[in-house]
């Protein structure tokens, strides 16, 4: 499986952004997928996270309200939809996939900058 991250960019505190990940090489409704993000001198943290129907959503409690992950897995496709954005979103976001416990496929990552 690869993934490719895209869609980021430099928005206004209070703006919107949505994160794409292409999937390729297996079909992406056999795996779960999610979004983490790293600033630097930080370690990765979770951002959000969607099973593989898409059923099931999870997000970290700060951006609870604000983010909406989604995926088509038609178009192997996943989403994170960011509104109200706050200079402390700023960050490298990596999309990521798993099948076991733990996620262990990663894609390249996009930069995400929101600016006060």
């Known amino acids: 499986v690869q993934l490719q991250a895209s869609g980021g960019g430099l928005v206004q505190a209070g703006g919107s952004l949505r994160l794409s990940c292409a999937a390729s090489?297996?079909?992406?409704?056999?795996?779960?997928m999610g979004w983490f993000r790293q600033v630097p001198g930080k370690e990765r943290e979770f951002v959000a996270s969607?099973?593989?129907?898409?059923?099931?959503?999870d997000y970290a409690d700060s951006v609870k309200g604000r983010f909406t992950i989604s995926r088509n897995n038609a178009e192997n496709t996943m989403y994170l939809q960011m509104t109200s954005l706050n200079p402390e979103d700023t960050g490298v976001y990596y999309c990521?996939?798993?099948?076991?416990?733990?996620?262990?496929?990663w894609g390249q990552g996009t930069q995400v900058t929101v600016s006060s």
């Open positions: 990521a996939a798993r099948w076991g416990p733990q996620f262990h496929i």
């Open positions: 969607i099973n593989r129907s898409g059923y099931r959503r």
């Open positions: 090489g297996r079909p992406s409704s056999n795996y779960s």
